[in-house]
């Protein structure tokens, strides 16, 4: 399947519009930590990475607001961005790489090409949850390569 560029997303509202021009992600991971639980409200997060001047917020940016903590399992700074009239989460940026925008992919509009290429803190995945097939799967974070 092939898509044209730029890709597309949204909050929830509707207030945020983003596109994304990147071909593919740096990386896709499903993340089970208890941050990414709580911050999400769900059990898990599935973030894409791309860099930084390939995502571009083209309605908006005033309804953006943070959340910084540096009480990460890296102890790097993480800052979570959300639209302030829906709640929808809509991407991280974090100290460790300033070029990195980690996007909550259930923000693309149509982004099913695309496919996490491995789940990371799996000690905290639900019991319930199953693994996804054929990607790697880590307690903790991925080995630097």
Request: charged share 25%; glycine share 6%; with cysteine.
């Amino acid at each position: 399947m092939s898509f044209d560029s730029p890709r597309r997303g949204s909050c929830l509202c509707g207030a945020i519009r983003y596109e994304l021009s990147a071909e593919k992600p740096v990386m896709y991971n499903v993340c089970h930590c208890i941050d990414c639980q709580k911050s999400s409200g769900s059990a898990f997060v599935a973030n894409l990475g791309v860099h930084k001047e390939e995502y571009e917020i083209v309605s908006g940016q005033g309804t953006l607001k943070s959340y910084s903590t540096s009480s990460t399992s890296s102890g790097n700074t993480l800052t979570r961005w959300f639209c302030a009239i829906c709640g929808s989460s809509m991407f991280e940026t974090t100290t460790e790489d300033k070029n990195l925008v980690m996007l909550q992919s259930g923000t693309l509009d149509d982004a099913t090409d695309w496919k996490p290429v491995q789940e990371i803190f799996c000690v905290r995945r639900r019991p319930w949850l199953r693994r996804i097939d054929g990607v790697p799967q880590y307690e903790k974070l991925a080995p630097e390569s």
